[in-house]
């Protein structure tokens, strides 16, 4: 069984992230919310109020093969701002994999990620070359979604690449 670690932040896109976290939950994936607030709560893009199942830095991260980072502009801003999750970020570089969708693809294309790879993200959001607009593309070991339209269809290609 896969165990993932999704960040949660303030502003993000409710669906790139708990839609993520039931599908792959729905398939036996082990899936850990985890808020970088300093607290459990988190309130999403629309208001939405709710707690992730811990603080970020309490999973054992050792033990996860997967860190997805959820979109939303704001929940972006906040995730890219963190020294805490880049560093994750580059720790599950080229060992395990990443996955990102709409405005967050760009941390990790920002901390180089997409160098000799394809991508994609919410147009505006590009951060070097590699990207193809798709709804979802996985380039070695990295999972990309282009928006929230996507999220479904992002969560099932995490869940191939994890459990075939």
Do not use: W
Not at 8 to 14: H, N, T, V, Y
Not at 85 to 100: H, M
Not at 134 to 150: E, S
């Amino acid at each position: 069984m896969s165990k993932a670690i999704v960040f949660m932040a303030d502003g993000l896109e409710e669906c790139e992230g708990l839609l993520v976290v039931d599908i792959l939950r729905r398939a036996g994936t082990e899936v850990i919310t985890a808020s970088i607030n300093g607290t459990a709560q988190v309130l999403s893009s629309h208001g939405i109020r709710f707690s992730a199942d811990v603080t970020a830095e309490e999973p054992d991260y050792e033990s996860a093969d997967l860190l997805i980072l959820p979109g939303g502009a704001r929940g972006t801003e906040n995730l890219a701002a963190s020294e805490f999750v880049k560093a994750k970020c580059l720790a599950f570089a080229g060992s395990k994999n990443l996955a990102a969708i709409c405005a967050a693809p760009s941390i990790l294309g920002e901390l180089g990620f997409f160098e000799g790879k394809s991508y994609t993200c919410y147009p505006g959001f590009e951060s070097s070359e590699g990207y193809t607009g798709l709804p979802v593309v996985i380039d070695k070991g990295t999972v990309t979604g282009k928006a929230m339209a996507y999220s479904f269809d992002f969560a099932i290609e995490i869940l191939r690449l994890h459990c075939g």
